[in-house]
């Protein structure tokens, strides 16, 4: 097959979470042990770093990966989703996986996958431990998919575990309370293994403990510690939070030699080593146009705390969500003097403009509907004057299709 044809498979033929969402997910290990097995257990043959949580995990990943880059180390990187192209999810010191190794890889064990029915997400998750493998990196990054305890990159013994934040998003999947959904993510503690908690939460700390403690785990609260201040590649002052945790961690990495040199260099070009998108992403100046991919109501906050920091004449908001996202937790947070276009991000989770505008309308945010992001996305560009304030956002699908 060509590169083309490989992913055209991937995509019809397996369950992908990142476009059918729920149906798609597969709380089970069974799937990703028995591919692992298949393929001579790659994961033991890397040493890693696991990361998860609500918010932060994929830029907590890219800063770790950019220290141990400057550090001198080969680094390995595996993220998820992607937005533009399937290959950002794999990376080895910011370089994508070549197109040729990932249709090498589906042809030769297509049919494992067809005959075993594995998810997509499992399927890439043993492509990445398999190519960091064959790549012989020093270290590899491993951002958690979903939740943590049943998520496929769970069965690796990393050197260092790190969970960022705890907050409401896949509620019908990880629970509905935020001690629910820790006890989700402290899935990925092992045994003997150091974990660092970035932000300190009352309700959730005793969980992590808990399940530390049970372990013989060290537990690390960064919020606790002491850091210098760095300045960051990243824009966006909530970034500020991550970087603690990041910091803890690499404390932690004991076999590893990273230098304050390392830490500044790293932190300062994490975009160029590993090519980060969508975090408070500039693509635009006169207007300025800022993009960001979160999409839950604690990333959410966040992000409009920001927005509130700047400086504008009018404020245009182009925004989209899916629709099992329970966006009346969401709509309240943004400001009502703007200007909106609403819009259907391009996959069938998508949710109808339509009815987003019905019930922005309850929350006096009020615009347009448009059939595409990027007629929305054009419309606003359109009307916003040198400066104006354009903001996108609320879904990855939708930052996916203006970058």
């Known amino acids: 097959m060509t590169y083309k044809q490989t992913l055209d498979w991937m995509f019809l033929q397996l369950p992908m979470y990142q476009n059918k969402g729920k149906v798609a997910f597969n709380s089970k290990m069974d799937g990703i042990n028995s591919l692992a097995a298949h393929l001579n257990n790659p994961h033991k043959k890397i040493k890693t770093i696991h990361v998860a949580g609500t918010n932060g995990k994929g830029s907590s990943s890219h800063m770790l990966a950019s220290i141990l880059q400057e550090a001198g180390y080969k680094v390995g990187l595996y993220t998820s989703p992607h937005l533009?192209?399937?290959?950002?999810?794999?990376?080895?010191?910011?370089?994508?996986?070549?197109?040729?190794?990932?249709?090498?890889?589906?042809?030769?064990?297509?049919?494992?996958?067809?005959?075993?029915?594995?998810?997509?997400?499992?399927?890439?998750?043993?492509?990445?431990?398999?190519?960091?493998?064959?790549?012989?990196?020093?270290?590899?990054?491993i951002e958690v998919g979903l939740g943590g305890r049943l998520d496929s990159t769970n069965i690796i013994t990393p050197e260092v575990s790190l969970i960022t934040n705890i907050g409401f998003d896949h509620t019908d999947m990880l629970g509905d309370t935020l001690?629910?959904?820790?006890?989700?993510?402290?899935?990925?503690?092992?045994?003997?293994?150091?974990?660092?908690?970035?932000?300190?939460?009352?309700?959730?700390?005793?969980?992590?403990k808990e399940t530390a403690s049970a372990l013989n785990a060290k537990i690390v609260f960064a919020q606790e510690k002491t850091f210098s201040t760095y300045k960051i590649g990243l824009l966006g002052s909530y970034q500020q939070k991550n970087i603690k945790g990041v910091l803890a961690a690499l404390r932690e990495l004991v076999s590893f030699k990273i230098e304050e040199k390392h830490i500044v260099k790293g932190l300062k070009k994490v975009v160029e080593n590993t090519h980060l998108m969508g975090r408070w992403q500039q693509i635009g100046?006169?207007?300025?146009?800022?993009?960001?991919?979160?999409?839950?109501?604690?990333?959410?906050?966040?992000?409009?705390?920001q927005l509130q920091e700047q400086e504008y004449e009018k404020l245009h908001v182009v925004i989209g969500f899916v629709k099992d996202k329970d966006i009346s937790a969401i709509l309240p947070l943004f400001p009502s003097n703007a200007t909106y276009y609403f819009c259907k991000p391009k996959i069938s989770r998508g949710l109808d403009e339509k009815i987003l505008l019905d019930r922005c309308v309850q929350f006096n945010l009020n615009?347009?509907?448009?059939?595409?992001?990027?007629?929305?996305?054009?419309?606003?560009?359109?009307?916003?004057?040198?400066?104006?304030f354009i903001y996108v956002g609320g879904s990855n699908f939708v930052v996916a299709e203006v970058l």
């Not at 070549?98 to 297509?110: L, R």
């Not at 001690?179 to 660092?196: D, F, L, M, T, W």
């Open 84 to 141: 533009k192209d399937f290959r950002e999810r794999i990376r080895v010191n910011g370089k994508k996986v070549e197109k040729k190794w990932v249709v090498d890889f589906i042809d030769e064990n297509k049919s494992f996958f067809e005959r075993n029915k594995l998810s997509f997400f499992e399927m890439t998750v043993g492509m990445a431990f398999s190519y960091f493998a064959n790549e012989n990196v020093d270290i590899a990054v």
């Open 285 to 305: 100046t006169k207007p300025t146009i800022i993009c960001d991919t979160a999409h839950n109501k604690e990333g959410l906050a966040i992000v409009l705390d």
């Open 179 to 208: 001690v629910k959904i820790a006890y989700e993510k402290a899935g990925i503690i092992k045994r003997n293994i150091p974990v660092v908690i970035s932000e300190f939460n009352e309700e959730t700390a005793p969980v992590f």
């Open 367 to 388: 615009g347009e509907t448009y059939k595409s992001v990027n007629k929305a996305f054009k419309a606003a560009k359109k009307q916003a004057s040198k400066n104006d």
